[in-house]
């Protein structure tokens, strides 16, 4: 197969990292497997508009991207429903979607069970028919992003203690969230501090990813509680995986989900893949079953034989 890596030199763990021997040993352990690949640095300011370049290429089979999870998230939108398949190489600080697809998180493992991988196609999400891989939310989750963004952080584990203590200055102060929403086709009011809509249905005893990527629904997550302290509680239990147990979080499993908001602001009040962005008057998320492309471990627990698109061998 034919792979171009892009590796994002300002994002995540990369920007700590000897580039050069990193970038010797994708092409090694590629090659070994019959592949071709080359390997390019991006300064960080040009990555979007450099993995959109290369989705609109003809010439190769697999982009690889390496970056913080939102190189990962900016390169899946670009793919969506192209033939090119996305690769990740784990750089950031959740990593949720690689967690999704099951590579490992260490690079060096990631490479090799990369180059060795299968090619499959595996669901979005969109919203306004933008697409996400992970989640879009509403509520408590912009405003920790919100304050997460004024804080200054300049590593991997600073950014975890900036979250840390943006989510307790969020939790201070809770927002309420009024929106009109249809849930195929069930039509509800509600007045909530945190609405999410995940790519498939979160897993369960982790951190919020989920466990099959192929599963054909939106998860759907409303808080029903505003008390501070049991929004702390279900905060926590969404974090290590036993938000089946808090009776404050109902769950729901959709295909397409709309809503209107009616608030007065509008800008930086929606989350999508962890990034702020606008929450619009009307929204309407849906799910794209097998609308992206991947590179995944072979070994995968998801893989199903009769659905894989093919096996990834040497040409």
């Given at each position: 197969?034919?792979?171009?890596?892009?590796?994002?030199?300002?994002?995540?763990?990369?920007?700590?990292?000897?580039?050069?021997?990193?970038?010797?040993?994708i092409?090694?352990?590629?090659?070994?497997?019959?592949?071709?690949?080359?390997?390019?640095?991006?300064?960080?300011?040009?990555?979007?508009?450099?993995?959109?370049?290369a989705?609109?290429?003809?010439?190769?089979?697999?982009?690889?991207?390496?970056g913080?999870?939102?190189t990962?998230?900016?390169?899946?939108?670009?793919?969506?429903?192209?033939?090119?398949?996305?690769?990740?190489?784990?750089?950031?600080?959740?990593?949720?979607?690689?967690?999704?697809?099951?590579?490992?998180?260490?690079?060096?493992?990631?490479?090799?069970?990369?180059?060795?991988?299968?090619?499959?196609?595996v669901?979005?999400?969109?919203?306004?028919?933008?697409?996400?891989?992970?989640?879009?939310?509403?509520?408590l989750?912009?405003?920790?992003?919100?304050?997460r963004?004024?804080?200054?952080?300049?590593?991997?584990?600073?950014?975890m203690?900036?979250?840390?203590?943006?989510?307790?200055?969020?939790?201070?102060?809770?927002?309420?969230?009024?929106?009109?929403?249809?849930?195929?086709?069930?039509?509800?009011?509600?007045?909530?501090?945190?609405?999410?809509?995940?790519?498939?249905?979160?897993?369960?005893?982790?951190?919020?990813?989920?466990?099959?990527?192929?599963?054909?629904?939106?998860?759907?997550?409303?808080?029903?509680?505003?008390?501070?302290?049991?929004?702390?509680?279900?905060?926590?239990?969404?974090?290590?995986?036993?938000?089946?147990?808090?009776?404050?979080?109902?769950?729901?499993?959709?295909?397409?989900?709309?809503?209107e908001?009616n608030?007065?602001?509008?800008?930086?009040?929606?989350?999508?893949?962890?990034?702020?962005?606008?929450?619009?008057?009307?929204?309407?998320?849906e799910?794209?079953?097998?609308?992206?492309?991947?590179?995944?471990?072979?070994?995968?627990?998801?893989?199903?034989?009769?659905?894989?698109?093919?096996?990834?061998?040497?040409?």
């Amino acid at each position: 197969m034919k792979i171009l890596a892009l590796l994002n030199q300002d994002g995540g763990t990369l920007k700590t990292m000897d580039l050069d021997q990193l970038s010797a040993l994708i092409r090694d352990e590629f090659q070994v497997h019959g592949h071709e690949i080359i390997v390019e640095h991006c300064a960080g300011k040009a990555i979007v508009d450099t993995i959109r370049k290369a989705s609109e290429r003809t010439d190769i089979d697999v982009l690889m991207v390496g970056g913080g999870d939102g190189t990962v998230s900016a390169a899946a939108m670009a793919l969506t429903g192209k033939p090119i398949a996305l690769a990740i190489l784990p750089a950031g600080t959740m990593n949720l979607f690689a967690r999704t697809l099951q590579i490992p998180l260490d690079l060096t493992d990631a490479i090799a069970a990369l180059s060795s991988g299968q090619v499959l196609a595996v669901d979005v999400g969109t919203v306004n028919g933008e697409p996400f891989v992970h989640q879009f939310a509403v509520g408590l989750h912009a405003r920790m992003v919100r304050m997460r963004e004024g804080l200054t952080y300049r590593s991997r584990v600073g950014k975890m203690f900036a979250t840390s203590r943006a989510v307790f200055l969020a939790l201070r102060q809770l927002p309420s969230v009024e929106l009109l929403i249809e849930i195929d086709g069930a039509q509800q009011r509600i007045s909530s501090p945190a609405v999410a809509i995940s790519n498939n249905l979160y897993g369960e005893g982790h951190v919020p990813y989920a466990d099959d990527p192929r599963g054909g629904v939106l998860g759907v997550y409303i808080c029903r509680v505003k008390a501070p302290r049991a929004v702390m509680k279900l905060t926590f239990d969404i974090m290590r995986g036993s938000w089946r147990q808090n009776p404050h979080l109902e769950v729901l499993t959709a295909h397409k989900v709309a809503f209107e908001y009616n608030g007065r602001h509008h800008d930086k009040r929606a989350v999508r893949d962890g990034e702020l962005t606008r929450l619009e008057p009307s929204m309407v998320v849906e799910i794209k079953p097998l609308a992206l492309n991947v590179l995944v471990p072979a070994e995968a627990s998801y893989h199903a034989t009769e659905d894989a698109t093919h096996a990834v061998s040497a040409n």
